[in-house]
């Protein structure tokens, strides 16, 4: 399930994971509660989708979304955050806030982004 | 000084900036007190020296870091960070925090780094 890492450093492991300019965009996303194919190819940042069908695959394999479907003929599935995904928001937030300091112009942060926790983000028990 | 935005999002902004594998890890290791490239090089990442080269010089275009000679004949460099790159230290903890958490096996982080904040490594005025 994990990839070969480059040390057993953690902030460079974490980086095996997530570190690529489209990983945590992707995430960012589904945080937003984008969860179908569909919706997440229309993210402003214009993503190609096979880079899309990359991430979420990766995504998947690490453990840090579910997919399921949620109709058939043709199936079509949506993408959950699961603990370990939803663990990574404080890496967003933080990542936000150093952008809202250092680069003008940047969009501010929605409420439930900058004051979320990640257990909001936690998959309901079922 | 910066580059062509993907969006005004703050989280895809910053990743513009340091969203690959080795960006943020050359980050840390300067964190961590080695400044020349010599020490940079020898990090336990094996990180290829075109690479570094090509980081160190993106860091430094961004203002995250800054360059200046500590020798001449022949002339040697080192490379302390700024504010704003010492401001991206919650972001390496964070990711931090979620390796320790979810990736088993992990360095656990030392104090200097766990409990720092950016203003211990900001420059010493002059």
Redesign the interface.
């Known amino acids: 399930m994990?990839p070969d890492?480059?040390?057993?450093?953690?902030?460079?492991?974490?980086?095996?994971?997530?570190?690529?300019?489209?990983t945590?965009?992707v995430l960012?996303t589904i945080f937003a509660g984008r969860h179908r194919y569909g919706d997440l190819a229309e993210m402003?940042?214009?993503i190609s989708s096979n880079i899309l069908a990359d991430r979420l695959e990766r995504l998947e394999s690490y453990g840090l979304i579910t997919k399921a479907p949620y109709q058939q003929n043709p199936v079509r599935h949506e993408y959950r955050l699961t603990k370990?995904g939803a663990?990574?928001l404080?890496?967003?937030?933080?990542?936000?806030?150093?952008?809202?300091?250092?680069?003008p112009?940047?969009?501010s942060?929605p409420r439930w982004f900058s004051e979320g926790k990640p257990e909001d983000f936690y998959p309901a028990k079922s």
Do not use: Y
Not at 11 to 16: E, G, K, N, P, Q
Not at 92 to 102: D, E, G, N, S, V
């Open positions: 994990w890492f480059r040390s057993q450093c953690p902030v460079a492991s974490a980086l095996d994971i997530v570190g690529d300019k489209w945590l965009v960012r402003p940042e214009a370990r663990d990574l404080p890496v967003l937030q933080q990542l936000a806030t150093w952008a809202a300091r250092h680069i112009g940047r969009w942060a």
